[in-house]
Nanobody, 127 residues
């Protein structure tokens, strides 16, 4: 069973940067997709970015394109989300999620496509 652990959240001022990390273990399939999601109070969980190990393909939500970068190391054992030019609307609990198989856009941003979830890490963008 895939296990995921997030780290790196915190408080940052608007325009600042944060780097989130997702440690993954327990792979039982050759191919996986890992995604980052976020949930603000009173709102539904939304997809932020995803990547898959089959070919390194990745995708982003329109709201974060050009500001966030997803990267992977050691196949999919460590996935990072570099977040730059942060805005107050980026505030929320950020989750790392995984599923076996290779998802493609737009399904990589659909939380219903993922079977395994981390516990989440809080990101607060405020002055």
């Amino acid at each position: 069973q895939l296990q995921l652990v997030e780290s790196g959240g915190g408080l940052v001022q608007p325009g600042g940067s944060l780097k989130l990390s997702c440690g993954a273990s327990g792979f039982t399939s050759d191919y996986y997709t890992i995604g980052w999601f976020r949930q603000a109070p009173g709102k539904e969980r939304e997809g932020v970015s995803w990547t898959r190990n089959s070919d390194g393909n990745r995708g982003y939500a329109e709201s974060v394109k050009g500001r966030f970068t997803i990267s992977r190391a050691n196949a999919l054992n460590s996935i990072t989300l570099q977040m730059n030019a942060l805005k107050p609307e980026d505030t929320g609990v950020y989750y790392c999620a995984g599923t076996s198989g290779s998802l493609a856009s737009p399904f990589g941003l659909d939380p219903k496509r993922y079977d395994y979830w981390g516990q989440g890490t809080q990101v607060t963008v405020s002055s």
